[in-house]
């Protein structure tokens, strides 16, 4: 019997040997990422709390990993209008050597101003956050397991991100709300037992959209049925011009069948008014995340600085790729779009390329009122241009337009041409698809159109 017990206290003690080795072998994702062992993509499944993030961690090392990803991690959203978000919960799990580990993750919302994230929202992994603050508050939710989807737990991160008043926060177990809402006292500097918590309060969701004629600086406020300010959603943000979509939650004390009117102004002017109830969707019916992916085509006769933009068929901006990117002479240049928007489904969209002084540069169709199209494989184009010349011409340039009117390839620039007949056996590559319509235009000096030959692609 003394055998038998001396046996297990030593398989005991070497399974509790092992077990903390394994423990302390596991690495933070943080320091995986700055060693470049790991790449981190992740992408939003919408919404503001709860699993609202799915993380893919690939392995490019030349070993098995084991990784510990902490709550307090955070992911800042590409899309600078909507929320980005830090993790609540913590997960080790191991990645063998050239394989990838897909986690859908516990997250919070941390910038209350901006939008809810919406669904395939692009994220980037930036580490932890600030131990004294937002790591702090992410720990005790954790150690709480307080990350489902709670609206006690939201509340309490932006009482930390965007510090909100902690008067406001309820939950029905005293003992975790008391762990939660006194280190948000702690963070803010605040004494626990002096604050006159509000135990009931309800989460109002919606959403406002417009289209801004000029960069703005917004406000958008809530009010009562008595016509009484019981919300400021955001104030004095600046948004760029074009289409303004922003899904929002409002907290408030008016009970479940309020009605709460919105107000969206630029200054002290209104541009939309909306009434808000409990039953009210975050996200319209009509709105859909849209992926684009496609290459824009085009000939940069000098350096430029270009800005890409979403537009309609009104040409109306729905949102900027980037602004003032240089790019230098070329006979040719090709961008890479690859961007995630989440924007009205039964339009027509195209990705327009303009130059500083707001010259069209390229136009490419990425989306027709439900179908995405897709990016074009590289096609190499032929065709004999003609031309019998009278006389010589000096200083004459040979360009192929698009049948949006966007120069696409330059096959030479002032050139000399001699008299008689001549023909020039071109090649230029697109990828605006097959059977495209261009046009061959030979102009002088001062732009005058010598001659214009039109012609369908291959």
């Known amino acids: 019997m003394k055998q038998q017990l001396f046996f297990l206290s030593i398989v005991l003690i070497l399974c509790m040997a092992k077990s903390q080795t394994f423990a302390q072998n596991y690495t933070e994702l943080e320091q995986l990422v700055e060693s470049k062992q790991v790449t981190v993509h992740a992408h939003g499944l919408g919404g503001y709390f709860g699993e609202r993030l799915r993380i893919e961690i690939r392995n490019i090392a030349n070993k098995a990993l084991l990784v510990n990803l902490p709550a307090g991690a955070i992911f800042n959203s590409q899309n600078t209008s909507i929320q980005d978000l830090i993790t609540l919960k913590d997960y080790q799990f191991a990645v063998q050597k050239g394989a990838s580990k897909i986690l859908t993750v516990s997250t919070a919302c941390i910038q209350a101003s901006n939008g809810s994230p919406f669904k395939n929202a692009v994220y980037a992994y930036k580490g932890q956050g600030d131990p004294e603050k937002l790591g702090k508050i992410a720990k005790v939710i954790a150690e709480q397991e307080l990350y489902s989807t709670n609206g006690f737990t939201q509340s309490a991160v932006w009482c930390v991100s965007d510090n909100k008043d902690v008067a406001y926060l309820a939950h029905p177990d005293p003992k975790k709300f008391t762990a939660v809402a006194q280190t948000v006292c ?64 409002i907290q408030h004390k008016e009970g479940l069948e309020a009605s709460i009117r919105m107000v969206l102004k630029a200054g002290e002017e209104i541009l939309q008014e909306q009434e808000v109830t409990q039953d009210s969707e975050p996200h319209a019916e009509d709105m859909t995340s849209l992926l684009f992916n496609n290459r824009l085509v085009f000939v940069a006769d000098e350096n430029l600085s270009v800005t890409v933009l979403v537009v309609d068929e009104q040409e109306r901006v729905y949102s900027e790729i980037y602004r ?54 590289m096609k190499v184009q032929r065709y004999n241009f003609q031309i019998n010349l009278v006389d010589p011409l000096y200083n004459v340039n040979l360009d192929v337009y698009d049948t949006y009117g966007n120069k696409v390839a330059n096959v030479f620039e002032n050139s000399k041409l001699a008299h008689g007949d001549r023909v020039f056996h071109t090649v230029f590559k697109h990828y605006l698809g097959n059977k495209q319509t261009f046009y061959y235009r030979l102009t002088d000096k001062e732009g005058a159109i010598i001659k214009e030959v039109e012609f369908v692609g291959d």
Do not use: W
Request: cysteine-free; charged content about 25%; glycine content about 4%.
């Open 186 to 249: 702690d963070i803010q500097g605040k004494d626990f037992k002096s604050i006159d918590f509000k135990y009931q309060k309800y989460n109002f969701h919606s959403y406002v959209r417009t289209f801004l004629a000029q960069d703005e600086t917004l406000t958008l406020e809530a009010y009562n049925s008595e016509g009484e300010l019981i919300s400021t959603v955001f104030q004095d943000l600046k948004f760029p011009k074009g289409f303004f979509y922003l899904p929002f939650m």
């Open 324 to 377: 003032d990117k240089p790019f230098r002479k070329s006979s040719q240049t090709v961008i890479n779009i690859k961007e995630n928007q989440f924007l009205p489904k039964h339009n027509k969209y195209f990705i327009a390329a303009y130059d500083s002084q707001g010259k069209q540069l390229a136009k490419q169709l990425v989306y027709n009122k439900g179908e995405a199209v897709h990016k074009a494989e």
